[in-house]
């Protein structure tokens, strides 16, 4: 079965941090991978694609890799502010599913002062 | 610009009684998309269209069903909502040849 885990599932770090989100895929056939940010009552924002070609994409503070050989991909965020928390989902699309994206329940991050 | 606006942001609904969730998107997308989100399960896609006219099942499609009569609106219907149909539900859409995904902010749905 195609699945999509992140742990852990919630986290909290001081304000200044770098850190570092997990998540792990069931089957290396995959056409990209999506990492989104989700805030409180609110829809998802997408933060980085990756195609299955690439191994990383930055964007600010953010850097997301792949390694699909592992089954792994990880968004590191640099010195962490109180305004990156949120909860933060990784997507998979893989190879064959057409539009299905399979979401994992995501990663909720506290910053604190 | 918009973006992807979903009617309404909540409903209480009793077992039985049906509805319509509207999307709007006015990026001029081809592809549509309703998920259902709930506690500990991640996103679940329900139906998606890939255009104006055409349809598709997801994962969970079954108690709901969807029309794009016109290629900016994607209607979620529940017939006879159960207590199961108690979600939060996203639409959300993108180019043809894109593959980032853009969301609406939800609607909040209980059925009781």
């Known amino acids: 079965k195609q699945e999509v885990t992140q742990i852990p599932a919630a986290l909290s770090v001081p304000e200044g941090e770098n850190l570092v989100l997990n998540c792990s895929f069931t089957d290396s056939a995959i056409y990209n991978l999506q990492w989104f940010r989700q805030d409180p009552g609110k829809g998802l924002t997408s933060l980085l694609l990756i195609q299955s070609s690439q191994r990383e994409q930055t964007s600010g503070r953010l850097n997301a890799s792949l390694d699909k050989s592992s089954g792994r991909s990880t968004l590191y965020i640099a010195a962490s502010q109180p305004g990156d928390s949120a909860t933060y989902l990784c997507a998979v699309r893989y190879t064959g599913t057409a539009s299905k994206l399979t979401f994992g329940t995501g990663t909720r991050l506290q910053v604190t002062l | 610009n918009a973006g992807v606006t979903q009617t309404p942001k909540f409903r209480v609904l009793k077992t039985g009684q049906s509805m319509t969730l509207l999307c709007a998107q006015d990026?001029?997308?081809?592809?549509m998309y309703w998920y259902r989100q709930d506690p500990g399960m991640g996103l679940r896609l329900i139906h998606y269209?890939?255009?104006?006219?055409?349809?598709a099942k997801g994962e969970v499609p079954d108690g709901y069903n969807v029309s794009r009569l016109k290629k900016q609106n994607f209607l979620l219907g529940l017939e006879s909502a159960a207590p199961s149909q108690t979600s939060v539900y996203f639409c959300?859409?993108?180019?043809?040849?894109?593959?980032?995904?853009?969301f609406g902010s939800g609607t909040q749905l209980s059925v009781l």
């Open positions: 990026m001029n997308h081809e592809y």
């Open positions: 269209s890939v255009g104006e006219g055409t349809t």
């Open positions: 959300a859409s993108r180019t043809w040849t894109g593959e980032k995904l853009f």
